[in-house]
């Protein structure tokens, strides 16, 4: 496959990523947080900016945007029509909304609306990577900024759905906080065990801990498993008002924010 992803490291602990075209030495940048660290890495690899995509319009998703466009005038700027109706993401020139497609490197990706962290957010799905921005992160999930937990918890349950070999490409490095909280809610999960000391032993050597698979984040993330007895059973402890997964979720959401 002539397509590759290289995760960008910007600012405190955001993620830019390059989807490369190695035949044709093009790249779109999906949420850059800021410009110039971004040319650069395109100049340094010999790569033209084919488009920008982004999954919500929040400043450190999109405050990159006029510096890039500064240098690659005309460049497409994707996000949603939420995002666009409320006129939120920089120079966006293109909205796209679920089951729009983009086409980049013989790839086919597929646009999914994933409301929760805010209400104009997207993923781009294609070619077995997921880009998630603040909607799903590795072993956990994003505020709930403009939704409920129920919007989220719908969300969540599409991109679990996706093949359990999908790599998740996500909006920041908060990899270890995640897992430390999910031992917190499964104390006798083994696998999050094992990704926690993964996780530390990645970054204690300064690399990314992205991507992980659909696969692993259903064993380990809590905000997928809210039908296992241990996330149901601390759920109830920390007020769920039910057992139907929103109310699991969203008593789930609560804890981890006074975490
Ligand atoms: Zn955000």
Redesign the pocket.
């Known amino acids: 496959m002539a397509l590759h992803v290289e995760p960008l490291p910007l600012l405190q602990d955001n993620y830019a990523y390059l989807l490369i075209d190695d035949v044709k030495a093009r790249a779109v940048v999906v949420d850059p947080s800021e410009g110039a660290p971004v040319i650069a890495s395109l100049s340094a690899r010999g790569l033209h900016l084919a488009a920008i995509w982004c999954t ?1 319009h ?1 400043i ?2 999109v405050g990159g945007i006029d510096t890039l466009a500064r240098a690659f005038p005309g460049i497409e700027v994707v996000g949603s029509e939420y995002d666009r109706a409320n006129e939120r993401i920089p120079r966006q020139s293109r909205a796209v909304q679920s089951g729009d497609t983009l086409e980049f490197a013989d790839t086919t990706f597929e646009v999914v609306e994933v409301p929760g ?2 209400l104009g957010a997207v993923a781009y799905v294609g070619g077995g990577h997921a880009f998630t921005g ?1 909607t799903l992160f590795l072993a956990g999930c ?1 505020r709930l900024f403009e939704c409920t937990a129920a919007q989220m918890s719908t969300s969540f349950d599409r991109l679990g759905a996706l093949p359990v070999a999908t790599q998740l490409w996500v ?1 920041h490095e908060y990899t270890v906080k995640n897992l430390e909280f999910a031992l917190h809610v499964e104390p006798g999960n083994a696998a999050v065990a094992a990704r926690l000391d993964a996780a530390r032993a990645l970054r204690a050597e300064g690399r990314a801990s992205v991507p992980g698979s659909v696969e692993e984040e259903l064993a380990t993330n809590p905000f997928l498993r809210s039908r296992a007895a241990d996330v149901i059973d601390f759920a109830r402890r920390h007020g769920a008002e039910g057992d139907a997964p929103a109310q699991i979720f969203a008593a789930i959401r609560l804890a981890k924010d006074q975490f």
Request: glycine share 22%; charged share 20%; net charge negative.
């Open positions: 919500h929040h450190d998703h962290h805010t603040d994003g909006g």
